[in-house]
């Protein structure tokens, strides 16, 4: 885990938030403490954080929104939610706003705390291994760094699981890409939702991918999914 790594934690429920604080100072964590939407965008407009916590349910602005306003000012902060309800749409919406990771309330400081360290040192690794690096093939470009893919000269902006998803498929072109590889490469662990929700993402990029007929993404049953490259397509 890096350095004093810089956290923005931004939770209404001010008692325990400020002993979570207190919490993760003690592991080492430099934290600014936020107790509204509204105050959490204007903090981290002025500062620079390694990675931001959101209550969902807040003040002024909700964690929902501030987590797309962040996305917008610095696309590779990573985020994890606080949230009360169990609901899997909420979970889903979640990640798919591009949040690395969420906790439902009540939740383990020390859980919290490990779930930072995983995924700071996760984005440390990326940034060691991440290079210029581009996909090209067939009418296709992908830019995993700016998370934007380019089919027919048409742009598409991809979030961030849509572009892990993609980098792990580039990575295993031509290869199968087992579900149980793709899960913990996008979310770290296998929760049943979001072994349900990849099919979602995996639908996305088909979606996106359609126009090029130089690629194909196939479903191997009881396996996973295989980018194929069609090297004589044009």
């Known amino acids: ?48 954080f390694d990675l931001c916590v959101l209550d969902i349910k807040m003040p002024k602005k909700d ?24 609901l899997k749409e909420d979970k889903i919406k979640g990640l798919t706003l591009g949040a690395d ?8 400081m020390e859980e919290l705390y490990l779930r930072i360290r995983a995924i700071l040192k996760r984005v440390k690794v990326q940034q060691k291994t991440t290079q210029i690096n581009q996909y ?49 490469g996008i979310w770290g662990d296998e929760e049943h939702y979001r072994g349900y929700s990849l099919n979602v993402y995996v639908s996305k990029l088909r979606k996106f991918l359609k126009a090029d007929p130089s690629v194909e993404i196939l479903n191997l049953h009881g396996e996973g999914y ?4 069609k090297q004589n397509a044009e």
């Open 1 to 48: 885990m890096m350095e004093m790594p810089s956290l923005l934690l931004i939770d209404d429920e001010v008692q325990y938030s400020e002993l979570t604080k207190e919490y993760l100072e003690m592991k080492g964590c430099k934290v600014m403490l936020k107790h509204d939407g509204q105050a959490g965008l204007d903090a981290f407009k002025l500062h620079s």
């Open 63 to 86: 964690g929902f929104t501030l987590a797309e306003e962040i996305k917008e000012i610095n696309e590779t902060t990573p985020i994890i939610f606080l949230t009360g309800q169990s």
């Open 136 to 184: 090209h093939w067939g009418l296709s470009n992908f830019d995993p760094e700016l998370r934007e893919l380019t089919v027919t000269g048409e742009k598409i902006k991809l979030t961030s699981i849509e572009a892990k998803l993609l980098r792990l498929f580039c990575e295993h072109q031509n290869k199968v890409l087992t579900r149980d590889v793709a899960m913990m």
């Open 101 to 108: 990771d969420y906790l439902t309330k009540p939740f383990s």
């Open 226 to 229: 295989k980018l194929v490259f």
